[in-house]
């Protein structure tokens, strides 16, 4: 792994040779004295930027060794840095900033939280755990027995791990949206149900999805009314989830899905948002989300009759799209962009007839370009 933090364990450096500095001298002709080269006593040393620096200490960055105990990181601790937690038992640990990537080694029987990592997150020998994830890449190598919350922009791939279930990330707490924007992630790619098993056992299922009904909270508690996190108000409520909470790769309920479409605008996100908010209480399921840039050629491909009158508004940045699924929904969805976003750029089926070809369209076009 690209981290300057590694196992003591498994990943020792050779040890290096003595590198002591000497002192070089010059002869000069007035005087038989040797002169230390760069002393001239007349200027002050000359300062460079990494002088100014900061100091970083590395254990700021590191948890390892720890047991039965509630510990981790609070926001603005991080700041987009590396992170390393390693050897921990029977642990609670909610690391809620950003980071640029994160390696959990060698750990058994904790219920881990993680805030949005721009890159990585891998998990290395780790066994019965519990967690909460947001990232751009997440990986297992001879893990067992996890169930993950989960939301990654690329495909997640486990390796030589057994037991591993998997459901859609459900959590807030207040920096978390602006998380999220700092890693470079958007809430809208979540890749959580597509995961890919590197090694395949034949007649056996390495990974499955946990139930639908199940709550972050049977799983990762709050943090105890004693710990540094107590004054974090943090929620597991999917309606109050930063992540909008997908169905996934589960079985659509019914034949009808449609595909609603934002066009970018200055409240794209929040519109996106009103929606879901707006067709779920009425029984319509959220099946999945993207939020993509497109061409001009892809729109023509995409939204095929229509693509005359959207290509401009693809220049104005990224579309989000919304797969809802229920019977009616896409006359439910036409009704709902007439009244509540008449004012709004978007693009919603037309009839049920046609609308698993417009979300085919779509999400396959979206997959193609995230390299899914």
Not at 235 to 252: C, D, F, Q
């Amino acid at each position: 792994m690209g981290c300057f933090f590694s196992k003591e364990s498994k990943r020792k450096s050779p040890e290096k040779e003595d590198r002591t500095p000497t002192t070089t001298t010059v002869e000069t002709t007035t005087t038989s004295n040797a002169v230390p080269l760069g002393n001239n006593t007349d200027e002050a040393p000359k300062q460079y930027s990494w002088d100014k620096r900061e100091k970083v200490d590395p254990k700021d960055y590191m948890l390892t060794g720890l047991k039965d105990v509630t510990v981790g990181r609070l926001p603005g601790k991080l700041n987009g840095q590396q992170f390393v937690i390693q050897e921990c038992e029977n642990c609670n640990i909610y690391v809620l900033d950003h980071s640029a990537t994160i390696t959990i080694d060698d750990c058994v029987n904790c219920r881990i939280v993680l805030g949005p990592v721009k890159g990585s997150v891998f998990f290395r020998d780790c066994k019965d755990i519990k967690c909460v994830v947001a990232c751009q890449q997440f990986r297992t190598r001879d893990c067992k027995k996890m169930e993950v919350f989960l939301c990654c922009a690329t495909q997640p791939i486990i390796e030589s791990s057994t037991g591993m279930k998997f459901g859609c990330f459900q959590y807030f707490y207040p920096e978390l949206a602006y998380h999220f924007k700092d890693a470079g992630l958007s809430i809208f790619n979540n890749n959580w149900s597509n995961i890919h098993d590197f090694t395949p056992v034949s007649g056996e299922n390495n990974w499955s999805l946990l139930p639908e009904a199940s709550a972050v909270l049977d799983f990762v508690p709050l943090p105890d009314s004693e710990s540094e996190f107590k004054s974090v108000r943090i929620s597991a409520e999917p309606t109050r989830s930063i992540v909008p909470l997908t169905k996934g790769g589960r079985r659509k309920d019914s034949e009808e899905s449609c595909l609603f479409v934002f066009f970018s605008g200055e409240y794209s996100t929040a519109n996106a948002r009103k929606l879901i908010d707006e067709m779920t209480p009425k029984g319509f399921v959220l099946i999945q989300t993207k939020e993509v840039s497109m061409r001009p050629e892809d729109v023509k491909r995409v939204f095929q009759n229509n693509a005359e009158d959207l290509v401009e508004w693809i220049t104005k940045g990224p579309v989000i799209a919304l797969e809802l699924n229920g019977d009616g929904v896409v006359e439910a969805c036409k009704n709902t962009a007439n009244e509540v976003f008449s004012g709004t750029k978007v693009f919603v089926s037309d009839n049920k007839n046609t609308s698993s070809r417009d979300v085919d369209n779509f999400f396959n076009f979206a997959d193609m370009q995230m390299g899914l």
